[in-house]
């Protein structure tokens, strides 16, 4: 099935549940602006990118010789692509970007990748990289770098992972040597890089973690480097792409093994602080994997609705007609195919609302609004990234079980949406390092006030909902309130029993993610403009269905934790 980008939905999901309607924030939105931009990043989804998103899962790239080759079709795509300026939808404007705001931008990248994740991870990265240049880059480097970046003509890549350090960067080995003034040596190891190496653009900038020789011991040691594929004279850098890995999914998008030795570089920010540096690109970025999460599980939806009631089989209940039943009648299959929505509506909700903060975080008019609105940003990111990843994995599964056996086949294309969607559960953090993230930095933020503020939102939704449609908000006001209890809780094991709270991040995670998500569809149901009964109807389900279970989640990532802790049997660490 062709994927449809779903602008309307966005559009009312930023009015009614992210705030593109509140007063003066917005004002380069107005008079229509909004759907102007979103309808035209729909056609370049739709029309350009979305037709290759099968080409370049069964070409993919391809390596030779330190050369990689992007499949048939991407070249001319991202030339098209950088034509409308979509790179630079929030640069700021003296860099060549639009200054638009996050919360635009986020219903465009929920349209990439949705049209093809694949291609779309190379625009992901370079995004990133223009953030962390234009919070920490010094004057020369802006100059040199960044309006090239933000045109599109040259690409960015993030390097953080090497064999021996994933998730925990203490053990990070790549070197870099001080050289003359402003200059480094920058030498090791690089693995897992996106779009490493690559035939879009004719310069590659990378943004690479490495250690100086006189360097603390572990993070705090680390600074970052821009490295440049050529450098200003022209000149091939000391830095190369050594393979390509062979992936489960994403076969289009080339992830490369990269090899520096002695390569220039060029600090970014101050000497052992580039973490810091790192983590303005990673933050973003890790909002764009939730978006990546939204669109993936909206068109596996969208793929299992059209196949649902094209595909015939058996007889549903109340259908007395002599031919077979579209299986879409089927109270199973409709139970399957309203999962994925209310589901896949509330991860978008929660990113938006993300991409809201961030806005607000720039835009509020006191110093005060700006500093809630970022500790709101960092309460939620955790969450959108972890909850939409996982809302990915499952809609796609549910995709292909919807398909029946032809959903095991390659043919029909839902086993692809399973394939790609695996990884964004991985990669930019894993999500239960979200969970860790959200349990052990960001609950108390303020001393829990960031927390506290989100309550507050949720119960004052319920409160709303009550006169509208108790049935839907009595599940909600539990699976809040369960919330409430569970962050409680949950403060007091970071005090006194941290191990506990780490055992319980992943479940309170998701009941964060369920109370969020189920009052925000409660906010699109309120509204006085909503579509006659489809709002209403998924927040209901939301609400009966799986807010439901908020209750029993508190309940368990109370219980478990001991159980969890205790397994060295089960686990085979003891006799």
């Known amino acids: 099935m062709a994927y449809r980008a779903p602008v ?93 705001p996050h919360l635009l931008n986020a219903a465009c990248l ?69 050289a003359e003034v402003g200059v480094y040596r920058i030498s090791g190891e690089k693995i897992y890089i996106t779009y490493g190496e690559h035939d879009l653009t004719d310069n590659i900038i990378h943004l690479v973690l490495a250690r100086l020789p006189d360097a603390p011991a572990g993070t705090r ?59 303005t690109m990673m933050n973003n970025a890790r909002l764009a994997v939730g978006l990546q999460g939204v669109g993936l599980a909206e068109r596996a939806t969208q793929t299992a609705l059209s196949f649902a009631r094209e595909r015939r089989q058996g007889h549903a ?26 589901a896949t509506a509330a991860a978008r909700a929660i990113c938006f609302m993300t991409a809201h903060a961030l806005d607000l975080a720039q835009r509020g008019a006191s110093a005060d609004i700006r500093k809630q609105a970022q500790e709101r940003a960092g309460l939620l990111t955790p969450v959108a990234k972890a909850y939409a990843t996982d809302v990915a994995n499952e809609a796609a599964s549910l995709c292909v079980q919807v398909h029946g056996g032809m959903g095991f086949i390659e043919e029909t294309g839902a086993a692809q949406l399973m394939r790609d969607a695996r990884i964004a559960a991985i990669y930019e953090g894993t999500n239960g390092i979200q969970a860790i993230d959200l349990v052990q930095r960001k609950l108390g933020l303020s001393q829990g006030a960031a927390m506290q503020a989100e309550l507050a939102d949720m119960g004052a939704c319920v409160a709303r909902l009550k006169a509208f449609d108790e049935a839907m908000a009595e599940p909600l006001r539990a699976c809040v309130e369960a919330l409430a209890e569970a962050a409680d809780y949950l403060e007091s094991c970071n005090r006194d029993e941290p191990a506990h709270a780490l055992a319980a991040a992943t479940p309170f995670l998701r009941l964060f993610a369920l109370a969020r998500g189920g009052t925000a569809l409660a906010a699109l149901a309120l509204a006085e403009d909503a579509p006659a009964g489809r709002w209403r109807m998924l927040a209901r389900f939301h609400a009966q269905d799986m807010a439901m279970l908020g209750p029993a989640l508190a309940a368990s990532l109370r219980t478990s934790a001991q159980t ?11 006799p």
């Open 8 to 100: 309307a939905d966005m559009l009312f999901t930023m009015t009614h549940a992210a705030g593109l309607a509140q007063p003066g924030l917005y004002p380069d939105l107005a008079d229509g602006a909004a759907a102007a931009i979103l309808e035209e990043a729909g056609k370049m989804a739709e029309g350009v990118l979305a037709p290759l998103y099968r080409i370049g899962d069964k070409a993919g790239a391809h390596f030779s010789a330190g050369a990689v080759r992007t499949p048939p079709g991407w070249r001319e795509a991202y030339e098209q692509w950088i034509a409308g300026g979509w790179m630079g939808v929030t640069a700021a404007i003296e860099h060549g970007g639009m200054g638009l």
């Open 317 to 342: 209940p109340g259908d007395a007609s002599a031919q077979m039943s579209a299986i879409i009648q089927h109270p199973d299959v409709r139970r399957m195919l309203l999962s994925m929505q209310a």
């Open 221 to 279: 040691g680390i600074s970052l480097f821009l490295v440049p594929k050529f450098l200003a004279d022209g000149a091939r850098n000391g830095v190369a792409c050594s393979g390509i890995e062979h992936k489960m999914g994403i076969h289009g998008s080339p992830t490369c093994t990269m090899l520096y030795e002695g390569a220039t570089g060029f600090l970014i920010g101050e000497e052992n602080r580039g973490l810091a540096c790192m983590f």
């Open 564 to 574: 969890i802790l205790s397994a060295d049997a089960a686990l085979g660490l003891t």
């Open 110 to 178: 929920e349209m990439w990748n949705g049209a093809n994740m694949a291609f779309a991870l190379g625009p992901l990265l370079s995004l990133g990289a223009i953030e962390a240049l234009s919070a920490h880059g010094s004057p020369a480097l802006q100059a040199d770098y960044l309006a090239r970046v933000v045109a599109g003509h040259w690409a960015a890549t993030m390097n953080l992972t090497e064999p021996q350090a994933g998730s925990d960067l203490s053990g990070l080995r790549a070197r870099a040597e001080r």
